[in-house]
Structure formats: structure tokens, C-alpha cells
């Protein structure tokens, strides 16, 4: 069954399989100890750290391991901002940042401190001079991921961490996506990254604090891992990522290209999904991203049921479709990004992956949409109210009167697919008006009115839930 969502978890890596049963013989005991069992273990996670520093890029002694990506950036962010707490409190993020960096942010705020999000464009990208805005003199620390998790989009970290030194604002880029594919470049003064992304056993993070910059470790703290991760390590994982990482970057640069490789499978699945399946809207960058990922939402597609289909069909994809979860909310790194979020589906394809599993994939996806969109009821394509393209100022400026669509209580792609039957019902230069208490039709909406040609008027109160009025132009 071909696994496509490494960029949640990537299989196990054949190396770090060897390496952990290896380490499990050999590495159990305290690496603290000076017996003979206790020095073979400290030999084992000096080797580990040394490798692990080497891919990163960073000096050994400035690398720490933790028990997970998320434990690297909270004691990345607190560790920075309570060292910094004289200088000002302010916590500057993108708005794509990963949850664990937006709830270090809430717990920050909690505790007295300001935050800062900046925006991003459509494709998801934080533009450097955006961020550079935000450098006032009470920031204390900047955190911009290298790469995005959900779509894939490459973020500028080497023209940020330039404003951020100029500033004299340390930068901590999260790194969880683009470690397996090489170093981070630039003068950023914090990474952090998880092992169970490029293929090494969970449990094990990366937290790196270059040499100059002001840290502070939170908590309880222990002889451990120069006090920034307190207890007893988990050895073996930890060897195990680190031989992992390694045979990465030496496969990377001995032999075949495999991000060139995976990057023509991605072009492939960009180019073939629109064509192959109407009403798709492929997101991220199209050229600045990750060469493994790729993200699109389709319209009048419940996002849960979508995954359910591909995975009958043998598929394993993720998706930040407000359908597919427990709260009902969009993700925000696509509401961020003002981006369709029905019908979302997220590749992430690992090392290895077949072009054959990649061409079955896009047989595949084509009937499962169709199929889904037959249960919810879809529209035909065409308006049942046809006429010719009117020019925007030929519209007029009050609102004639239109139809009232109330999709109250029905989730996502409900409101979507309503306002899509009922957008034929009124001639151009009138108006829908769907009631809706979902959140994602506050971002649906307006995105099927931009794939649709229609104009988005904007929202207005109702009693319950929002109304959100759309005027036909075609």
C-alpha cells in the first residue's frame, strides 16, 4: 500500500532500523557512568551528536537531543525569550508556523508577553521585508519555519536571519521539514528539528543554539545535555536518528539526485491533478517548496470522506481540510494563506517512492473525487441563468434583491455546494446570500467565488452563524 505522508511521520529508515538494535546491545547503559558499560555509551552518543552536527551544520557541542521536535522548539522559544526578557517580550512568528509554535505563543501571552504574527501571500511565503517590520526594539525573538508542513512552501530564512542579525533579534527556525533534504543556510541563531521526519525513530528531536546566543533553560534542570534537556536520554533512538540522517546526506551526495527525483514525481502530480479532475486548486509555491510535497483542495468534497476513498484504494494521504477534524476549523496555515480548504488533500511522498505508485495514484483520485461529489449532490457545471461576462462597473452598486440560501448546521462542502446551485438561480448583478454557522465557509466562500469569477461581497451579521452575500458576475 503506497504511503504517501511522510511529512507527518516518514517510514523508518533501513539504517536506523540497524542502528537501533544495534545500539540496544550496546548503548543501554548511563553514558554519565566512567565504567566500561557507561564508556561505550558515551562513545556511542558523542558519535551520534558529531554526525547529527555535521548534517546540520553546526558545531557539535552547540547540538542537544531531546525527546521530540515539539520538546526542541518550547525549550528553544522559552529558553531564548527568558534570556532575552530584559530587552522585551515580544515573540514575532509567521502565521504558517507549526501548532507547537503557535502554543508556545498562547502560553507566552498567557504569562504577559506581546506576539507579533505576520502574514503571509497566497502561496503561503512570508515576504522578508514584512517580517523585517516587525523587528522593533522590544522583539525578543523570531520564529520562521524553513519549510512548510502542510503545503510545502520554502520560507525566505536566509534574507530573514540577515534583517534578524542586523536587528540583533536571534532567529529560531523550525527545520522539521527541510533537514532530511540538507542544511539550513543563513545566520539563524536557533534550530530545532524531529528525527521521525527524515526516517529515524520518534522520540528523538534536534535542538541546536548557536554559540553567542543568549539561552536560558527552563524548568528543572540536570547535568544532561548541557542542562537543556534534563533526564536520561533515550540512546538508541538517538543513535539511530543520527546514523539515519547520515546515510541521507551521504546518499545525497554519492549518488543519484533522489530530491531531483521526487521533485519530477511532485511536478507530475501538479501538472496531471487539474487536468485530470475539475474544479482543483493546486496551492503552495510552485517552485520554492519542499520536493516531496504537494497540496490541493478540491471543491464539493468532504475532506474526511476524500481520505477515506483514497485509502480503499490504497493510499495513505493527510489533509488540512476543516472536515477531516474534531474542531471543525479549517487549518490555519491554509486560512492563513485565504486558499480553498474542502477537499484537501496533502502528498508527501517518502524516499524510494515508485513513479508506478505515483501514475496509480492519479488513476485513482479522479473516480474517488467523482464519487464523493455524487453523494454530496454536485451542480452541474454550467449556471442555469447562462449570460455573457458583465463588466465589473456595469454592476450596480446596490444590492438587487437575490436568493437566501440557509445552510445552518451543515458542515463543510454543504454551504459551498448550495451557494453553487443556487448561484444560477439569479441573474448577473444578483446576489446569494448563504447562512452558515461552519467555519470554513468563511474561507470556502470567498475562494469559490475567486475559482468562480464571482465577487465575494463580504459578510454580514445573522442571528446565528454569518451571512456571507455573493453577486453574480457571469
Not at 531564548?80 to 502560553?107: C, K, T, Y
Not at 502574514?119 to 524553513?146: E, N
Amino acid at each position: 500500500m503506497p504511503y504517501f505522508d511522510a511529512a507527518s511521520t516518514a517510514p523508518l529508515h533501513p539504517v536506523a532500523r540497524e542502528a537501533l538494535l544495534a545500539a540496544l546491545d550496546e548503548g543501554w547503559a548511563d553514558p554519565a557512568r566512567l565504567y566500561r558499560e557507561g564508556r561505550r555509551a558515551r562513545l556511542l552518543l558523542d558519535a551520534a551528536r558529531e554526525a547529527a552536527a555535521d548534517a546540520v551544520g553546526c558545531r557539535p557541542d552547540e547540538l542537544t537531543f531531546t525527546p521530540s521536535g515539539t520538546h526542541a522548539v518550547h525549550s528553544g522559544i522559552f529558553g531564548v525569550l527568558a534570556a532575552r526578557r530584559r530587552v522585551g517580550r515580544r515573540l514575532v512568528h509567521s502565521a504558517v508556523e507549526h501548532s507547537a509554535v503557535l502554543h508556545a505563543a498562547e502560553v507566552h501571552a498567557a504569562a504577559g508577553g506581546t506576539v507579533t504574527e505576520v502574514p503571509v501571500d497566497r502561496t503561503g511565503r512570508v515576504a522578508p521585508a514584512a517580517l523585517a517590520g516587525a523587528l522593533g526594539g522590544d522583539a525578543a525573538l523570531v520564529c520562521l519555519q524553513s519549510a512548510n508542513h502542510e503545503v510545502g512552501t520554502a520560507q525566505p530564512v536566509e534574507e530573514v536571519a540577515a534583517h534578524c542579525q542586523e536587528a540583533g533579534v536571534p532567529l529560531l527556525v523550525d527545520a522539521a521539514q527541510s533537514v532530511p533534504w540538507g542544511p539550513v543556510p543563513g545566520a539563524w541563531s536557533v534550530l530545532t528539528a524531529s528525527a521521525h521526519k527524515w526516517g529515524g525513530p520518534p522520540g528523538v528531536g534536534l535542538l541546536v543554539v548557536r554559540k553567542g546566543t543568549r539561552f536560558a533553560p527552563q524548568g528543572p534542570l540536570d547535568e544532561r545535555e548541557s542542562g537543556r534537556s534534563p533526564g536520561f536520554g533515550n540512546l538508541p533512538a538517538v543513535v539511530a536518528a543520527a546514523a539515519s540522517l547520515r546515510a541521507l546526506r551521504a546518499a545525497a551526495e554519492s549518488g543519484p539526485d533522489e530530491a531531483a527525483r521526487l521533485r519530477g514525481l511532485v511536478d507530475r502530480i501538479r501538472a496531471r491533478v487539474p487536468e485530470l479532475v475539475p474544479d482543483v486548486e493546486v496551492v503552495g509555491d510552485p517552485a520554492r517548496r519542499l520536493p516531496h510535497l504537494v497540496t490541493f483542495s478540491c471543491l464539493y468534497v468532504d475532506g474526511e470522506a476524500l481520505l477515506h476513498e483514497l485509502d480503499r484504494a490504497g493510499f495513505s494521504v493527510s489533509s488540512g481540510s476543516s472536515c477531516t477534524s474534531s474542531t471543525l476549523t479549517p487549518s490555519h496555515v491554509l486560512r492563513a494563506m485565504g486558499v480553498l480548504s474542502e477537499g484537501n488533500v496533502r502528498i508527501s511522498l517518502p524516499y524510494g517512492t515508485e513513479a508506478a505508485d505515483v501514475e496509480r495514484f492519479l488513476t485513482v483520485l479522479p473516480e474517488a473525487v467523482r464519487s464523493v461529489r455524487e453523494r454530496f449532490g454536485v451542480p452541474a457545471e454550467e449556471p442555469a441563468h447562462p449570460a455573457a461576462e458583465v463588466p465589473a462597473e456595469a454592476v450596480p452598486e446596490a444590492t438587487p434583491p437575490g436568493v437566501v440560501v440557509d445552510a445552518l448546521g451543515r458542515r463543510c462542502p454543504v454551504p459551498v455546494i448550495e451557494l453553487a446551485k443556487a448561484i444560477g438561480r439569479v441573474p448577473v448583478g444578483g446576489t446569494v446570500t448563504v447562512l452558515s454557522d461552519d467555519a470554513a465557509a468563511r474561507q470556502d466562500i470567498p475562494a469559490w467565488c475567486a475559482m468562480r469569477e464571482q465577487e465575494y461581497v463580504g459578510e454580514e451579521p445573522a442571528e446565528r452563524g454569518a451571512a456571507y452575500v455573493v453577486r453574480r458576475r457571469v
